[in-house]
């Protein structure tokens, strides 16, 4: 089965710092789609990078991008120019084409200004 | 483009009351999915139609859980009777086919079973 570790419950950074997100999923397939969702307070799960597993570029969105490291099987999250509005739930997400999407526990990023 | 629309927001109800909750999905999204998500985990998928055909309902606890989706679009998830442990978020997300990667989220319904 697949399955998607979040080894950090919480993270810390200060305004206008990097921080990284860790993720690692565990699969035997090759084709495969992961993301990065964030989930403010208000709930609301907003997609916020999205990566094929068949592309080596890592994808960027801003001041996102990931660390796309296949055969680790590893996808963190880099957040630049950290800003208060990005503290919230962050989740990563696997999913391969037409199967369930699979979700890590979260990782709660506090902005400290 | 209207995203996910879900009501209602907030919900408070007794132990083995009946409870609904409804979803209507980005126009156009032909898969629409129920999660469950609890206080501080992920979500976790509850049931996925394909237009009105629920093509994955293995999670769902069919004893006290149903859900349909008339005309496939809009979609509505019961409890009855509702249990204390019910208590969690409920997510509704669409996307445009069950092959398309990105699946968007509704701001979900928060159930209070006391």
């Known amino acids: 089965a697949q399955t998607v570790t979040q080894s950090q419950p919480e993270m810390s950074v200060q305004e206008a710092e990097t921080v990284t997100l860790s993720c690692t999923y565990d699969?035997?397939?090759?084709?495969?789609?992961l993301f990065w969702y964030k989930q403010p307070p208000s709930r609301q799960m907003i997609l916020v990078i999205r990566?094929?597993?068949?592309?080596?570029q890592n994808a960027t969105e801003n001041r996102f991008s990931v660390n796309f490291q296949k055969a680790a099987k590893s996808f963190s999250l880099k957040i630049s120019d950290s800003q208060l509005g990005d503290a919230a739930m962050y989740f990563c997400?696997?999913?391969?084409?037409?199967?369930?999407?699979?979700f890590g526990a979260g990782t709660r990023l506090t902005v400290k200004p | 483009e209207a995203g996910v629309v879900q009501s209602p927001r907030y919900k408070i109800i007794e132990k083995k009351q009946p409870v609904a909750f409804w979803c209507n999905p980005i126009?156009?999204?032909?898969?629409l999915y129920w999660y469950l998500q609890n206080l501080g985990q992920g979500p976790e998928l509850l049931i996925r139609?394909?237009?009105?055909?629920?093509?994955?309902d293995s999670q769902l606890p069919k004893d006290r859980f149903s859900a349909e989706r008339l005309k496939g679009v809009d979609s509505t998830l019961k409890i009855q009777p509702a249990e204390l442990g019910d208590s969690a978020v409920y997510l509704c997300?669409?996307?445009?086919?069950?092959?398309?990667?990105?699946?968007?989220f509704g701001p979900g319904t928060r159930l209070t079973v006391l």
């Open positions: 997300a669409s996307s445009r086919n069950s092959i398309a990667d990105t699946q968007y």
């Open positions: 699969t035997s397939e090759s084709d495969y789609y």
């Open positions: 139609y394909e237009n009105e055909e629920a093509v994955d």
């Open positions: 126009s156009g999204h032909n898969t």
């Open positions: 997400a696997y999913r391969t084409s037409g199967d369930d999407m699979r």
């Open positions: 990566q094929e597993a068949y592309k080596q």
